[in-house]
């Protein structure tokens, strides 16, 4: 089957401008994840969603950075005003409820900030 | 002290050895293990997953978790050079991700060699 769908796959955006990125999860996967990989810093953990309930924010980065997910299935995350640290791959995931730890990444968006 | 340690490498072996990775942690929670493999430019793919301490064995790979000394492996047999990718360990303390997500090491980057 389909697996994680994330578009755009590059994204090459001027500092200042806001950027959306959008992640489809396996079809059933009630769990949705966003991370975010940078050079030398491994996969840090950004926001988690469980069906429609309301997420944590606690893990993003900044109040530059919100998501959403529409109907249980595609999430969209937004930088405003992007600034150059925030160049980076940012991975979309998604699991069972029963099996979180199961995680099942998309390709990624590579974001460069210029 | 950070939470998950792994050796970036790069580790290089010849066809057709035994490969060994590793990663230890610090915090006592995780219960779930994860293994991904991570080819250049693309997302992470989930390769073991297992839970609490013991073996698992999937074709040419084996997944070791011993929690007493907060300690896991992943072993290759009869490397190939397909094999050639960056090993990321993860880790979990529920069954969900959840709200904490995955913790991941930085990754250790394999090479072999034909």
Redesign the interface.
Same mark, same amino acid.
């Given at each position: 089957g389909a697996g994680v769908s994330q578009s755009p796959s590059n994204k090459v955006t001027e500092k200042g401008k806001d950027v959306e990125l959008r992640c489809d999860p396996i079809s059933g996967h009630t769990a949705l994840y966003w991370y975010r990989q940078s050079l030398g810093q491994g996969l840090e953990f950004l926001i988690y969603f469980q069906g429609n309930s309301a997420p944590d924010k606690s893990g993003l980065p900044s109040d530059r950075f919100s998501a959403e997910r529409t109907g249980g299935s595609v999430s969209t995350l937004t930088i405003q005003r992007t600034q150059q640290e925030d160049s980076a791959v940012y991975l979309c995931a998604s699991s069972l409820a029963l099996r979180g730890a199961e995680q099942y990444f998309g390709p990624g968006t590579r974001l460069t900030v210029t | 002290q950070k939470e998950v340690e792994q050796d970036p490498g790069p580790l290089s072996v010849p066809e057709g050895a035994i490969v060994s990775l590793n990663c230890t942690y610090s915090n006592s929670a995780f219960q779930?293990f994860?293994w @991904?493999r991570q080819y250049s !430019?693309?997302?992470?793919?989930?390769l073991m @997953?297992t839970y609490s301490s013991g073996n698992k064995e999937d074709g040419r790979f084996t997944a070791q978790v011993d929690k007493s000394s907060k300690y896991i492996s992943l072993f290759i047999r009869d490397s190939q050079p397909s094999d050639s990718a960056t090993y990321?360990c993860?880790m979990?303390g !529920?069954?969900?991700?959840?709200?904490?997500?995955?913790?991941?090491?930085?990754?250790t980057h394999l090479i072999i060699q034909p």
């Amino acid at each position: 089957g389909a697996g994680v769908s994330q578009s755009p796959s590059n994204k090459v955006t001027e500092k200042g401008k806001d950027v959306e990125l959008r992640c489809d999860p396996i079809s059933g996967h009630t769990a949705l994840y966003w991370y975010r990989q940078s050079l030398g810093q491994g996969l840090e953990f950004l926001i988690y969603f469980q069906g429609n309930s309301a997420p944590d924010k606690s893990g993003l980065p900044s109040d530059r950075f919100s998501a959403e997910r529409t109907g249980g299935s595609v999430s969209t995350l937004t930088i405003q005003r992007t600034q150059q640290e925030d160049s980076a791959v940012y991975l979309c995931a998604s699991s069972l409820a029963l099996r979180g730890a199961e995680q099942y990444f998309g390709p990624g968006t590579r974001l460069t900030v210029t | 002290q950070k939470e998950v340690e792994q050796d970036p490498g790069p580790l290089s072996v010849p066809e057709g050895a035994i490969v060994s990775l590793n990663c230890t942690y610090s915090n006592s929670a995780f219960q779930y293990f994860m293994w @991904y493999r991570q080819y250049s !430019r693309k997302g992470p793919e989930l390769l073991m @997953y297992t839970y609490s301490s013991g073996n698992k064995e999937d074709g040419r790979f084996t997944a070791q978790v011993d929690k007493s000394s907060k300690y896991i492996s992943l072993f290759i047999r009869d490397s190939q050079p397909s094999d050639s990718a960056t090993y990321l360990c993860a880790m979990s303390g !529920r069954s969900g991700g959840g709200a904490d997500g995955l913790t991941f090491g930085k990754g250790t980057h394999l090479i072999i060699q034909p």
